[in-house]
């Protein structure tokens, strides 16, 4: 089990140079090439959002505040816990409706990698599975096997690790794409 903190976190840039992002965990190699990627992204103004071709990206509003999106035309509004799921090519934009507006994001490469979010209070005792299981505390009363999370801090448990967790967290399940039999 892997733990970050989220006030230890630097921020880097995102790829257009137009907002920050956290990055919570990833697969990254040493040259920075990732196949899926966990991050918080701090979105100020309108904001239009990188492109990243040969990805799904899902979205969860954590707030303050809801957040008006336009993807590839088309309004939605996210509400704080919403979660949207889009296609990296799609043209998309953000407007957040209060400042300091935080989302979490989970972005995996098509071709290898399928993944669900969702919001749960006290989840108990949780199992990777064959997978990658990724939980962000969405309240500062969190715990992790007994040890205090703060808000937005994040837990990362691989295939076939379990914890015992109690709060209200985002649950992103992130595990191989099967390939089809030849």
């Not at 899926?36 to 969860?60: C, D, F, K, L």
């Not at 957040?96 to 006290?122: I, K, Q, Y």
Request: proline share 7%; with cysteine.
């Amino acid at each position: 089990m892997e733990v970050v903190e989220y006030s230890a976190i630097p921020p880097t840039p995102w790829r257009n140079g137009r907002g920050i992002t956290r990055n919570l965990f990833d697969d990254a190699t040493d040259a920075g090439t990732w196949t899926w990627r966990v991050s918080i992204a701090e979105i100020t103004g309108t904001q239009p959002y990188s492109p990243y071709p040969g990805v799904r990206r899902g979205q969860v509003a954590l707030g303050p505040g809801a957040v008006d999106l336009r993807i590839d035309g088309r309004e939605v509004l996210l509400d704080p816990e919403g979660i949207v799921v889009f296609d990296g090519e799609a043209a998309v934009s953000a407007s957040p409706r209060e400042a300091g507006f935080l989302d979490l994001n989970v972005m995996t490469h098509r071709d290898s990698w399928e993944c669900d979010m969702r919001s749960v209070d006290d989840p108990g005792v949780v199992d990777a599975g064959d997978g990658i299981l990724v939980l962000v505390a969405l309240r500062d009363s969190a715990l992790v096997d007994g040890r205090p999370l703060a808000r937005l801090d994040a837990v990362k448990l691989e295939t076939s690790a379990s914890a015992d967790f109690r709060g209200r967290f985002v649950v992103a399940r992130i595990a191989a794409r099967p390939h089809p039999r030849s």
